[in-house]
């Protein structure tokens, strides 16, 4: 299998450098992948014979530009080189998200399908702007789309849905899909921290960013939440749909009180059936030990899933970082060699 990867960034690297690492497993699962493309927007890597994973993550490791790199790098090699050769199977797009137009990431995605090129992506923007067209385009063209990565990451969230409650209405979809404004919430609940004295120590740890607005403003949760719908609840919703509240106004009181009802808030993020109308919500609630979400601590997600016919689900866990990030990628990589249709 012919791989282009566009878009390296923390979670490419850390994707190249895995398919290195996991050369072992990849071969009994009767995978020989090849890397012909490395590109970001500055230039690329490409080698019809294959790229040599090893040695391109330690040419990286010292700063160099991949059109610097030694053995087929060059600044003229782009997106476009991928069409015009025709020699991948599989175009892994990470790309850096924008939520306004999804670009570049959605005409690299489109462009791919349109080749009859397998498509899996890290990237929110094009998914959360248009899932539904995107893989209607896969389907006409006979190829895969997978997005597993864009909500929760190592959290099997899309695959849970799509496989597991395959044949059920989804009545509603609930999750804790932040592991940053969970970690800074616990801390609270915990310790009696401030809500700005748990948000720093998150920083220290290197769980938030120093810029954490989308996370506790919970713009990560309604992304989330909003991929989440449209693909297992087959909508077309934007973000316009979703009433966001995040956790800043949050207080130590608050979560003292919580603690003596015998309950935690949550940033959930829920879309639900209410009165025959799809309302999609994210905000702080207080949930008891009924509640399967309560038990969710630390940076951890989860998602729950309410059907007509297969009950209940709840999928937690899944690590968080540019590793679990970038094995999510390979997941869908594995599964599409699979068989799995993703795109029907």
Known sequence: MKLAVVGFGGVGKAFVELLSNKRSYLHREGLDIEVNYVINSRGGVYAPDG?????????SKAGSGLAQYKDGGSGNITFDSVLHNKDVDVLVEMTPTNKETGEPGMTYIKSALESGIHVITSNKGPVMLAYNKLNKLAAEYGVQ???????????????????DMAGSEILSIEGVLNGTTNFILDEMEQKGSSYHDALKRAVKLGIA???????????DTAGKLLILTNIIMNQEKTMEAVSVEGITGITPLQTEEAKKE?????????TAKVDGRLQMTVRPEKLDKSHPLYWIDGRNKAVRYVSDTLGDLTISGGASGVIPAAASVMRDLVNIHRGYRYSR
């Open 51 to 59: 790229i040599d994973c090893e040695a391109l993550i330690e040419f």
């Open 145 to 163: 789309l997978g997005v597993g990565c864009t909500s929760g990451g190592a959290l099997p969230t899309v695959n849970g849905g799509l496989v």
């Open 209 to 219: 960013e120093t810029d954490p607005t989308l996370d506790v403003e919970g713009w």
């Open 262 to 270: 015998g309950k935690k808030y949550k940033l959930v993020g829920r």
